[in-house]
């Protein structure tokens, strides 16, 4: 997995992103999200309105997402732990702390070091723990050899503090 252009620094985290759905709502609701067998569960967006449009169909709705959070607070899976922020290494440290995982060495890429978590907790369980910890979003690349069948090409940001959410608006398909 290489980072692209496609990947963030918190000086330009983007704010605005797109969600497709079958479904019309006007708020988010964590409880409801999608479950990815990649990812886990949480609120996908991404900054492609194309992408968005695969997952929208008939009687849902293409959104435009504006988020309001601190970028230190989001894990860039694709990125070494020493890459991640300090309040980011922190959670992931608490997280594994939890699980009975030492820290792996600071070399080691977030996804790898997350990932390890999953003879103890389930992706889902650990998002939903990873939320209460304070990151409200984890991102990256889904690894080439797995692919939904969707045109879910890119980054994949997964949301998992739906209080995040600033904007929520449906555009015009």
């Known amino acids: 997995m290489t ?16 969600h497709g759905s079958s479904e019309l709502f006007t708020q988010f609701e964590y409880r409801r999200c999608a479950s990815n067998p990649i ?4 609120i996908y967006l991404t900054q492609e309105h194309e992408v968005a449009r695969c997952y929208y169909s008939t009687g849902g709705a293409i959104y435009r997402v504006e988020v309001n959070a601190d970028p230190r ?3 860039n899976l694709e ?17 594994l702390r939890e699980a ?18 999953r003879d103890v907790m389930t992706l889902n369980q650990r998002n939903f723990r990873l939320g209460a910890l304070g990151i409200w979003m984890i991102y990256g690349h ?32």
């Open 3 to 18: 980072p692209t252009n496609s990947m963030h620094s918190i000086c330009d985290f983007p704010r605005q992103f797109y």
């Open 39 to 42: 990812f886990g569960r949480g």
């Open 73 to 75: 607070y989001t894990i």
């Open 79 to 95: 990125t070494t732990i020493a890459d991640q922020s300090y309040e980011a290494r922190l959670r992931i440290q608490f997280l």
């Open 100 to 117: 009975g995982k030492q820290m792996p060495p600071q070399t080691t890429k977030a996804w790898d070091a997350l990932d390890s978590v």
């Open 142 to 173: 889904m690894p080439a050899n797995c692919h939904s069948g969707m045109c879910d090409n890119g980054v994949h940001y997964v949301l998992l503090r739906e209080s995040t959410v600033s904007s929520l608006a449906p555009i015009n398909i």
